[in-house]
Antibody, heavy 117, light 111 residues
Framework: QGHLVESGGGLVKPGGSLRLSCAAS????????MIWIRQAPGRGLEWVSY????????YNADSVKGRFTISRDNAKNSLYLQMNSLRAEDTAVYYC??????????WGQGTLVSVSS | QSALTQPASVSGSPGQSITISCTGT?????????VSWYQQLPGKAPKLIIY???RRPSGLSNRFSGSKSGNTASLTISGLQAEDEADYYC???????????FGGGTKLTVL
């Protein structure tokens, strides 16, 4: 069915950087578009960044444009999110998910990013 | 404020049916049949329960059903069970910035 595992979260000061990773297994990673979605504490879901299967198309939410960069390595079955200039409002659990038929059918367990001085 | 509007909470007794609405605009729900719904149990990642407005992933209970009318999508859960108590989120693809919009989530309480 497929499995996703995120890593790389942690506590970082405002203005700092983090790189999240998402390891995929159990499906042909290179066939699918992938997405990062976040959830602030006690809040709803927000899509962050989206990448096509061959990295030809990248999209970022306005809230992270110019600060976050999504990428992938199909040879390593891995998805990444480079987060720079972090702000307190970026504090959230970050999920990677597989997009299939305009829905997100496989999710990772999430990794917590806390931005605080 | 979320782009799609959901009620903050709904409740029902075991065995009853409940419906959660999700209201958008003609540029998202009204313009595409790409509405999906997710169930999030406490402390867990969301789980896909409905896609393409009304399709269920393989193996999912037929107690869950989806529909759409105009700019409003709906999720119906019939034969409520205690394990259905969770947060439910709708989302819609919208083809332009932003690519997807989410609802704010609805907390379902099984009385």
């Amino acid at each position: 069915q497929g499995h996703l595992v995120e890593s790389g979260g942690g506590l970082v000061k405002p203005g700092g950087s983090l790189r999240l990773s998402c390891a995929a297994s159990g499906f042909t990673f290179s066939d699918y578009f992938m997405i990062w979605i976040r959830q602030a504490p006690g809040r709803g879901l927000e899509w962050v960044s989206y990448i096509s299967s061959n990295s030809g198309n990248l999209y970022n939410a306005d809230s992270v444009k110019g600060r976050f960069t999504i990428s992938r390595d199909n040879a390593k079955n891995s998805l990444y999110l480079q987060m720079n200039s972090l702000r307190a409002e970026d504090t959230a659990v970050y999920y990677c998910a597989r997009e299939s038929q305009y829905a997100f059918d496989i999710w990772g367990q999430g990794t917590l990013v806390s931005v605080s001085s | 404020q979320s782009a799609l509007t959901q009620p903050a909470s709904v409740s029902g007794s075991p065995g009853q049916s409940i419906t959660i609405s999700c209201t958008g605009t003609s540029t998202d729900i009204g313009g595409y049949n790409y509405v999906s719904w997710y169930q999030q149990l406490p402390g867990k990642a969301p789980k896909l329960i409905i896609y393409y407005v009304s399709r269920r992933p393989s193996g999912l209970s037929n107690r869950f059903s989806g529909s759409k009318s105009g700019n409003t999508a709906s999720l119906t859960i019939s034969g409520l069970q205690a394990e259905d108590e969770a947060d439910y989120y709708c989302t819609s693809y919208r083809g332009g910035a932003p690519l997807w919009v989410f609802g704010g989530g609805t907390k379902l309480t099984v009385l």
